[in-house]
């Protein structure tokens, strides 16, 4: 837009300046969505990673992996409905640790897991566990930071029971604790020795293993089928199980408020600017009327105006933040894919060109007589 552009170049200064608050307010726009998002991922990664669409809980679990107990009776009745490939058995248990060579205490989260399963991630260094084999763990590559190295050997503060570390894997956490990964065959030890500390307290030890969940790939019309079949379970969807981890709701409500507020701060500035500058050359819009300038096109450059700001600044506030996350320490979680990114910055135009509405109704509303008038005067 030749008018646009030529209003811009004229008045340099007055238009920097809000470019330089628009940028800083688009930066932390946002470095705080990939923080919300970097924590969400923290919070629930091992439950997020896995291709599981539902999990079977117990009833009175409130979705939470850590209060429910479910046993193979449950995981049979899973493996009929949707197939005995698609139903797995995890089990969910935060805890404290130590480690050889470790300084003090590790909070830890122990998830128990078929080793053939397909809920197993990925070993990104060391040794898988084998099917057969037991004493062995993987462990999230974040404890190497606590001095965990292949071969340490952790003791679990509740039971006492000992494992060795045979290999890391990546991005698996659950409530912002690093991941342990043990096989069926060690959970199962684990429940054995948590029952005889607890005067008959493991729910059951001679109904066999207890579990967290059934963990099940399955269509909805499965998962009704699924929770008609146990009265005493429920099926839960993957994202209410997610929802459900102790403190990701709040965390992430308090961080996504902050995010809102933080839009609509920018599009208030960035309309009370526009429309500063409108009322200022009221007199210039009217004559331009006069000459034959259409309304359309005069709000078509103030909105063309608004567009080239928001954008120059998003694009120098991407850039901004890309580096600063190359810099970021490992221990704080940031993560801005390119989905988040595009719909972050879709969302700040559109809250952008929203703001400038109040201009392209003032606008409107010039009369060309009443503003060369003025002039006159």
Do not use: C
């Amino acid at each position: 837009m030749y008018l646009a552009i030529r209003e811009i170049r004229f008045a340099k200064g007055r238009y920097a300046l809000i470019a330089v608050i628009m940028l800083l307010v688009s930066f932390l726009v946002l470095f705080v969505t990939g923080l919300a998002r970097g924590l969400a991922y923290d919070n629930a990664a091992s439950i997020q990673n896995m291709s599981a669409t539902h999990f079977m809980m117990e009833k009175d679990a409130n979705h939470r992996f850590t209060r429910s107990q479910i046993g193979e009776q449950a995981l049979g009745q899973a493996s009929r409905v949707v197939g005995e490939n698609k139903a797995e058995p995890l089990g969910v248990r935060m805890t404290t640790v130590t480690a050889e060579g470790a300084a003090g205490k590790l909070d830890v989260t122990l998830l128990g897991m078929r080793p053939e399963g397909w809920l197993m991630p990925s070993t990104v260094e060391g040794a898988a566990i084998s099917p057969q084999g037991t004493g062995q763990v993987l462990v999230d590559r974040k404890l190497k930071e606590s001095g965990v190295g292949l071969g340490t050997v952790i003791v679990d503060q509740a039971t006492g029971t000992k494992w060795t570390v045979g290999g890391f894997v990546s991005e698996e956490s659950f409530s912002h604790s690093p991941a342990v990964i043990l096989s069926l065959s060690d959970w199962r030890q684990l429940q054995l020795k948590s029952s005889a500390s607890l005067a008959g307290g493991a729910g059951g030890a001679g109904d066999g293993a207890m579990y967290s969940a059934i963990a099940v790939k399955a269509t909805k019309s499965q998962a009704e089928q699924l929770a008609a079949a146990q009265p005493d379970a429920e099926v839960v969807a993957k994202p209410d199980a997610v929802s459900a981890i102790p403190g990701y709701k709040e965390e992430q409500g308090s961080l996504w408020m902050m995010i809102v507020f933080l839009f609509i701060i920018s599009s208030f500035v960035l309309g009370v600017f526009f429309y500063v500058i409108t009322i200022q050359k009221s007199s210039q819009f009217g004559i331009l009327k006069a000459i034959g300038t259409r309304t359309a096109y005069l709000a078509r450059s103030v909105a063309f105006q608004v567009l080239l700001l928001t954008a120059g600044s998003l694009v120098v506030s991407i850039l901004l933040v890309q580096a600063m996350a190359a810099f970021l320490p490992d221990g704080m979680p940031f993560r801005l894919q390119a989905s988040a990114l595009a719909l972050t910055s879709g969302a700040f135009i559109a809250m952008s060109l929203a703001g400038s509405l109040l201009s392209v109704w003032k606008v409107a509303r010039i009369d060309a007589l009443d503003a060369i008038g003025r002039t006159a005067a």
